[in-house]
């Protein structure tokens, strides 16, 4: 890896946000470096390769009806794509019904509940389209769905994932949510889904990287930037750890893609405290059985005496993930840093999954081969309703003219891989802008 002390710009990053815009700023002329972390590019979209299995961290899967987007992934793969339906079941009630509901679910409710959902569907389909707005999640989306939907599908699903009360979350998170419908199964609603080829998720960073340094980005892994110094509106300094050593390099702009509350730290500013991330702790289980979950890519749990949330065999969609005959199981416990599951020890978190998944039939005794646990710090931004209140005093608070944020974690917002990079070509936009403000007045500076 070269070390360079010098950046025209400078990004903090190499998950899909900072990868994507080290591309668009070379397109431009731009000298980038890229300082990260961890020792390989990804971020959050890694996968874990493990005796034949792999195991992304969460669930991935491209998913996205923009034509650009679908472009750029089979143009960034080399075609090396699958597209896929993922299709999902949630366990209530002592079984398991297909998610979201269609119309043909419905059909078969009582009748008494049965016309009480049609009709509250029928109003919420009204409401959508005169753009109706409440001011948190559960008024928001029982408005859409009705209190007999809302209460069954959602409701306790939504408070054991965020771990707050859904009344406490922002009704902006609703639109992320795949609402019931009147047909198809695919869990991503009607949005396209792919999948690569070749590797799991990591296949896209991976290719993604390479394209970075073959035009020319400078990749340094391995580098943690500690501290950015500051003077009046603008940062001026910024040092990172690399190999125990701690060095400083010169850039004119800034694009973060690293956690809001890490930047805060960075700068040496308070984190403003509706500032939360929620974390996860993945279970991977490779499994002696080749048909985990039968017709479907992913079970929901949204019962509280379940420690879990989702779990799902990768084989349905990622088809080189799995040795033939076996699967490549992944259980997800959503949590915060240092509560009880995120200090359960490996090996009971490896008991407690497998001992629920044989309890409810998914599993069967001696089927699993081999086992893996990885904690993410880092997963969800929390949209609560304060946080949402302050999202923008929050990013302002940031405050410097030669910073700008992107990505899922750096700008704070709930997004998926697509919505990472437009958010680092809007940075990318906005530092440009900059550096041609910047270079105009030296212009004149230098005509005077
Ligand atoms: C469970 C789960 C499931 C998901 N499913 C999907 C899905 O199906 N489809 C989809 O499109 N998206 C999905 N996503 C979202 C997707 O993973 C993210 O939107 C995307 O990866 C965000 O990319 P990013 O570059 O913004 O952030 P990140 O990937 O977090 O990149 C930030 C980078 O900054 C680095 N960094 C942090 N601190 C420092 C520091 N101090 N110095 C240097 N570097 C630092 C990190 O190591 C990291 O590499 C999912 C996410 C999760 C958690």
Partial sequence: MIKRDMANVLIIGAGVAGLYASLKLREEGHDVVILELENEPGGMVRSIHMDGFIFDMGFHVIHTNNPYYKGFFFDLLRSQINEVITTAKSYYDGSLHYFPPILREIMRLPMRVRSRVLIDLARGMLYKRLGKQKGNFEDQLSLLTGEYLYKKYFKHYTEKFWGIPANQLSAKWVPQRVLPRVKGRS????????????GGIDAIPKALAQKAYSAGVTLNLGSMVVRIKTKADRAIGLSYIKESKEHDIDFDVILSTMPLPDLFLALAKQIPNHVETRSMVYVFLCVNQPDVLGDTSMYFFPNEGVPFTRVFNQKKFGYGCAPNGSSAVEVEFPCWVEDKIWKTSDSSLIEVATSYLKDFNILKN??????????????????????????????????????????????FFYTDMCGAMESASIAVEDALSFLSIKANKSRRIMEK
């Fill in 187 to 198: 869990a991503q609603g009607n949005e396209w889904q792919a999948y690569p080829t070749l």
């Fill in 366 to 411: 001696q089927d699993v081969r081999k086992t893996a646990v990885y904690r993410q710090r880092y997963a969800y931004p929390v949209h609560s309703i304060q946080y949402t209140r302050n999202i923008d005093l929050t990013r302002q608070m940031v405050g410097l003219k030669n910073l700008f944020v992107a990505g899922r974690l750096g700008r």
